[in-house]
Nanobody, 117 residues
Framework: QVQLVESGGGLVQPGGSLRLSCAASGSIFSLYDMGWYRQAPGKERELVALITSAGSTNYEDSVKGRFTISIDNARNTVYLQMNSLKPEDTAVYYC???????????WGQGTQVTVSS
């Protein structure tokens, strides 16, 4: 069983930055693909950024060039660095871990990001 604990959300002005953290309860990143999802009110949950167990990254087009997903293996933590934030980035952000080959998925509890002046 894997627990994912998120932190770092909050209120930020447009153009500002936030760094979200997702701490995993173990050294899992060699076997799991890690993703950040977000869900705005009335919207479907969407994948924002993904880093695979092999180290490949992918980003949703609207955040490409602004967001960066990364992993600190020593701390068992995945990060989402968010720069140049826009009001449309406002959402609850969720950390996700998916086993690379088994049907095992874990979710964090979500952290609110609000971008507003």
């Amino acid at each position: 069983q894997v627990q994912l604990v998120e932190s770092g959300g909050g209120l930020v002005q447009p153009g500002g930055s936030l760094r979200l953290s997702c701490a995993a309860s173990g050294s899992i990143f060699s076997l799991y693909d890690m993703g950040w999802y977000r869900q705005a009110p009335g919207k479907e949950r969407e994948l924002v950024a993904l880093i695979t167990s092999a180290g490949s990254t992918n980003y949703e087009d609207s955040v490409k060039g602004r967001f960066t997903i990364s992993i600190d293996n020593a701390r068992n933590t995945v990060y989402l660095q968010m720069n140049s934030l826009k009001p449309e980035d406002t959402a609850v952000y969720y950390c996700n871990a998916k086993h690379s080959w088994r049907p095992i998925v874990y979710w964090g509890q979500g952290t609110q990001v609000t971008v507003s002046s």
